[in-house]
Every structure is written in structure tokens, then in C-alpha cells.
């Protein structure tokens, strides 16, 4: 049986406006850009650039005059008409010359790896057949020159996707013929192979010859550093052994790797989002905001509005439903160059107190000058949620005199030294690392070692802590550190 009940209910959501906010906080400055050329192109109300005012169309004070008098029912125009004509978004602190031309950042054309290996393919004498079976296997070579597929499912390939019946042993001969290419090592299934492939073309020396029979018949012994064993093995001394040791750690694990860095590093360009500058023990912060235009309404629109709500009497269908479309394009203008306000806004205040919480770092530029900080602790100053804190220093940089630093690298967690005095695991993990590198490298510290180490210096902290630093550093386990 069907009935009606009243429920009261509180929800908290989102308007379109804050979640417009929202999405812009977490754009990099290269992404705001995008964005913003982006909406110009889908929003016809929307401009770029500051508006010549004529004198007879505004007052004193540069405003518009106007005489329209409409009542509360009845659309506002003073929204699109007064203060958005001059965009105020570019904050004050934003100190860049407002006549810098923007400059699209050229990309080198070079070849890929790939085009690499097809260019000495083409220089090799191979029937139609074979060379397009050679590209294939080509095509198949990820971007660390590895062919990490089994021969036989690139035969399987062939017949479904080509037609061409190939058998296993054809396509092996082929593969000889690219692993002969460059880079060495190029088309190898696996890191022994690869090292293999190198090996083969070094000279005859004896260091040579030492590390092929290592590679290839004590990989796995190698790879854990047991280098007791080996030298057992072989009955080498120890001299011998380093030189061949030495043979091995110059070949390149990842030939392709030139190629794709090299790719990498030219679209890895930062644009940092703010600028710190350090003059006389003075702090200025300033909004990098060089290739973000200015916005404003645009005024054609707002004309057409006036039009439309001016001639309410002689309005058709069409034109009522024209007047809605401008209006949604005005309102959506407005929203949009509000959100940059206040994304600008945000993103300073945000700036600010991490200067302030770190303003001996970024007056000296020494590492030890952190202070622990949370993302709590700059939420508690700012009165923004600590949500809006993450998006703000996620994937943001500042340039300082220094350097450019990620926003991430100002957080870390707080500790107790032994005199109960607050200290940055940052702090922690730099001790960590000058232990690391001034131990015995033919005994390497293990991690209990290291945690008594610390507790030497007065710093306590577990043995897992400790570990758990180390992988963050990127330093491996004291098996794989140990040298002879």
C-alpha cells in the first residue's frame, strides 16, 4: 500500500560554480593555460585582453554609464557591464610585465628509436618478404629495446593478422640480424641476453672475456653480489674480478633508453607556479601568471542582452530563446573568469603561510632549515580544508633562488630527538643518507645497524622506520650495496 510521508533531510553539495573552482585548483600552469584557451574557443562571451573604453561611453572612473532601470524580476546588467570589463584576476603580486608577449615553446623534431632501427633495416639487403617481417618484429621492440614477446606468438601474428606462414627458426634468423644493429643489446628478451649482446662486442681483454663467463653462467650470482662465490668459481683474484665487475656495470640495461629520455626530458618542461624571491633578507612572493591572458566579457554579448531585455514587448519565440542562450554564455563568462580569481586567490594565501612556516629554508636554501609541516598545519592558517590544501601543492612547483623546488618537498612528518626537540623526518633521512654513504661498501650496514647508528646521533626511530626511509631514498638493501 502506497502512502506519503514527509522526511527532512540536510545535504551538503556542490554548485557548478565550486566545483568549476575546484577543478582548476589541481591544473598545473601549463594546464590552466589549456583550459583557458579552451573556453574561449567554446564560449563566444568570453575575451582576452583589456578593452579600450571610449570617452563617450564612460564616466570618470572608466565605468560604463547607463541608464537602464529594471526591477528585481528582470535580468541584471551590472554584473557584465561595471567591474569585469577590467579584470582584476591578474592579483597585485603578479609583478610580469603586462606587454610579454607569449611565446609557444618549440619541440626538437627528432627521429623516435623505432626510426632508428627501420633506418639500418632499410640498409640491410632482405627480400620484400623478409623486411616486412623484420619490421614487424621492429614494431614489437618497446621503448627500453627489449623484444619481451616469444617468437612464436609473433609467428602466430603473422599468419592471422598478415597471412604469411613463417616458421619460429626463420624469424629467429631475422632477429639476429636487428640484435646486430644499434644500440648493442637492442632486441634481447631479458636483462642476461641484453648484457650478453653487449659483451660480444667488446674487445677480447681479459676483464671481457671474465665478465661473459659471469653473465653468462652466474647471473644469478651476480645479481645477489656474491662475489665470494664467484671469485671461488673462476679462481680469479680479486683485482680480476673488479676489472670485470667494472666490464659489466658500464653496459647500458635499457638500450632504447637514450631515445625515450631524451623524449621525456624536452616534454618534462616546468613552468613553476610561483616565484620566491630573497633580497636582503626580505621574502616576495609573486604568482606566475606570463602566459595566462586576461578575460573579460564580451562586450558585443552584453549589447545583444541589453537588445534582447529592452524589447521584451516585441519578443518572439527565436528571440526568447536566443535571450536564454546569451545569458547562459554570460553567466557561464562570469563563473569562469571568478574562478580564476579565486583560484589565483587560493593559490597565494596557500603560498604564503608556507613561507611563512619555512622562511629559513627559502632565505638560506639549506635542506636542514625545514620545519615539519603537515598538510594540517597550513590548513589551520589559511581556514581552507586540508582537501584544498592537497590540490593546491599537488603537482605545483616554486622557483627560488635556490632552485625549483615541488610544493610536496616543503611537507614532511615531525620526530623527537633523544632531548625531545621536534625535528623533520627530512632531517632523519639526510643523517640516513650521509650513514649510507660513509660505511664499508664490502660490509654494508644492514637496517638494524643503521637504526643503532641513528640512536647513537639521538635519533630514535624502529628498525622498519628506518627501512621505510631508505626505500624512499631509493637506496637498496645492504646485500645489493656491497662492493669489492
Not at 561611453?57 to 546588467?77: C, K, L, Q, R, V
Not at 656495470?249 to 613552468?271: A, C, Q, R, V
Not at 552584453?302 to 531585455?309: A, G, H, N, R
Request: glycine share 4%; aromatic share 8%; proline share 3%.
Amino acid at each position: 500500500m502506497l502512502k506519503q510521508q514527509l522526511q527532512q533531510k540536510l545535504q551538503q553539495k556542490l554548485s557548478p560554480q565550486q566545483i568549476q573552482v575546484i577543478r582548476l585548483l589541481e591544473l598545473t600552469a601549463i594546464e590552466l593555460e589549456e583550459r583557458i584557451k579552451q573556453e574561449l574557443i567554446d564560449n563566444p562571451a568570453l575575451d582576452e585582453g583589456r578593452e579600450e573604453h571610449e570617452n563617450s561611453d564612460t564616466d570618470d572612473f572608466g565605468n560604463e554609464e547607463t541608464d537602464s532601470h529594471e526591477s528585481a524580476e528582470e535580468i541584471s546588467m551590472g554584473d557584465y557591464l561595471t567591474e569585469d570589463d577590467i579584470p582584476d584576476y591578474k592579483l597585485e603580486a603578479d609583478n610580469f610585465s603586462k606587454d610579454k608577449k607569449h611565446e609557444d615553446i618549440p619541440f626538437s623534431g627528432g627521429s623516435s628509436f623505432h626510426d632508428f632501427l627501420l633506418k639500418q633495416l632499410g640498409e640491410r639487403e632482405l627480400s620484400e618478404q623478409d623486411a616486412k617481417i623484420a619490421e614487424y618484429i621492429i614494431g614489437n621492440i618497446d621503448d627500453n629495446g627489449y623484444l619481451q614477446r616469444p617468437l612464436s606468438a609473433i609467428s602466430d601474428d603473422l599468419i592471422f593478422q598478415v597471412g604469411i606462414d613463417i616458421s619460429a627458426e626463420h624469424l629467429e634468423d631475422l632477429l639476429q640480424i636487428i640484435q646486430d644493429f644499434e644500440p648493442a643489446g637492442v632486441g634481447a628478451s631479458n636483462l642476461r641476453e641484453c648484457l650478453l649482446l653487449q659483451l660480444e662486442r667488446h674487445e677480447g681483454t681479459p676483464a671481457a672475456l671474465l665478465a661473459y663467463k659471469i653473465i653468462d653462467n652466474s647471473f644469478e650470482e651476480f645479481t645477489k653480489k656474491h662475489y665470494d662465490k664467484i671469485q671461488k668459481l673462476y679462481n680469479v683474484s680479486e683485482e680480476e674480478l673488479k676489472k670485470a665487475i667494472h666490464e659489466i656495470t658500464m653496459l647500458n640495461p635499457k638500450p632504447g633508453s637514450s631515445w625515450s629520455d631524451s623524449f621525456s626530458d624536452g616534454m618534462s618542461h616546468i613552468i613553476p607556479d610561483f616565484i620566491v624571491d630573497s633580497h636582503d633578507g626580505e621574502l616576495t612572493l609573486t604568482l606566475n601568471n606570463s602566459n595566462i591572458p586576461e578575460l573579460r566579457i564580451n562586450r558585443s554579448y552584453t549589447s545583444m542582452l541589453e537588445d534582447y531585455v529592452g524589447n521584451k514587448k516585441n519578443q518572439t519565440r527565436d528571440k526568447k530563446d536566443a535571450l536564454l542562450f546569451v545569458k547562459q554564455k554570460l553567466d557561464s563568462a562570469q563563473w569562469f573568469i571568478d574562478a580564476i580569481k579565486q583560484r589565483q586567490q587560493t593559490m597565494l594565501n596557500t603560498m604564503q603561510v608556507i613561507i611563512d612556516l619555512q622562511r629559513d629554508f627559502f632565505l638560506t636554501g639549506d635542506e636542514s632549515n625545514l620545519k615539519p609541516m603537515i598538510l594540517k598545519d597550513v590548513a589551520e592558517r589559511t581556514g581552507y580544508d586540508i582537501s584544498t590544501i592537497s590540490r593546491v601543492s599537488n603537482s605545483k612547483y616554486v622557483q627560488t633562488n635556490f632552485g625549483i623546488f615541488p610544493l610536496k618537498y616543503f611537507f614532511s612528518e615531525s620526530m623527537q630527538n633523544e632531548s625531545g626537540e621536534e625535528i623533520s623526518s627530512r632531517e632523519i633521512k639526510k643523517i640516513l643518507q650521509q650513514c649510507i654513504e660513509g660505511e664499508d661498501k664490502r660490509k654494508p650496514l644492514a637496517d638494524d645497524k643503521l637504526c643503532d647508528l641513528l640512536k647513537e646521533k639521538g635519533y630514535i626511530i624502529a628498525r622498519r622506520t628506518v627501512a621505510k626511509y631508505r626505500e624512499q631514498l631509493g637506496i637498496p638493501v645492504a646485500r645489493l650495496r656491497k662492493e669489492i
